[in-house]
């Protein structure tokens, strides 16, 4: 079964460092999203990708995040410098881009800020 | 921001008996989905309910959907020790917005 790939699976780092996250969506899922998950709370979305470009980026932190796509496939997601507060799970997941269709998780990277 | 609020917050219940988590949501959908995550883990699709559907199964799991009263509802049949998770509901409007999971402890 296909799965979406997601790398470091576990990221200690100290604040006010940079530290990056990719992800490799499944083949031919269009949509892309980054979700940040605090431990104890529901998936909240930052940033949602239609092939290589943003579709939304609202609850993104734009003085430290960043996140891109370059030619439509996999993505990163960069933080810099990082916080105490950004200690979560970040997840990817994929989807068609046809509505109706669930969408493909990884298993996240666990990032803690010390 | 999160859309969707679970009841209960936790759920502690017997291997073979059944298991009922609610969702609450705010605004139109376009589906709701139920999402199940082991600790530590990502999110599993469970099952996807369409705004224009009131009722769907998958195997031991039931989902009702009321547009009327912006909720849903999913039922685990015979709980298995292997169903202890947290469960999500999560509405599809332009982007999948989550809610806050019921912890489900399934004993043996």
């Known amino acids: 079964e296909a799965e979406v790939a997601q790398s470091p699976r576990y990221k200690i780092t100290e604040k006010s460092q940079a530290v990056a996250f990719w992800c490799d969506p499944i083949?031919?899922?269009?949509?892309l999203y980054w979700y940040r998950q605090i431990l104890g709370q529901g998936p909240e979305l930052l940033v949602q990708?239609?092939?290589?470009?943003?579709?939304?980026d609202s609850q993104l932190p734009k003085d430290r995040f960043s996140a891109e796509r370059l030619k439509g496939v996999d993505s990163t997601l960069k933080i810099q410098p990082a916080e105490l507060g950004d200690s979560a799970m970040y997840l990817c997941a994929s989807s068609l881009a046809d509505k109706g269709y669930g969408y493909t998780f990884g298993s996240g990277t666990r990032l803690t800020v010390v | 921001s999160q859309q969707g609020e679970e009841d209960p917050q936790a759920l502690s219940i017997q291997e073979g008996e059944n298991a009922t988590m609610n969702c609450s949501y705010k605004?139109?959908?376009?589906?709701l989905q139920w999402y199940r995550q082991n600790s530590g883990r990502g999110l599993v699709h469970l099952i996807l309910i369409r705004s224009n559907e009131r009722e769907k199964h998958s195997g031991r799991l039931r989902v009702t959907l009321d547009t009327s009263k912006k909720s849903s509802s999913l039922l685990i049949t015979a709980s298995r020790a292997a169903d202890t998770a947290s469960y999500f509901c999560?509405?599809?409007?332009?982007?999948?917005?989550f809610g806050t999971g019921t912890r489900l402890q399934v004993f043996p």
């Open positions: 990708f239609q092939d290589e470009s943003v579709v939304d």
């Open positions: 605004t139109s959908i376009n589906n």
């Open positions: 083949s031919g899922h269009a949509t």
């Open positions: 999560a509405t599809d409007t332009d982007k999948l917005i």
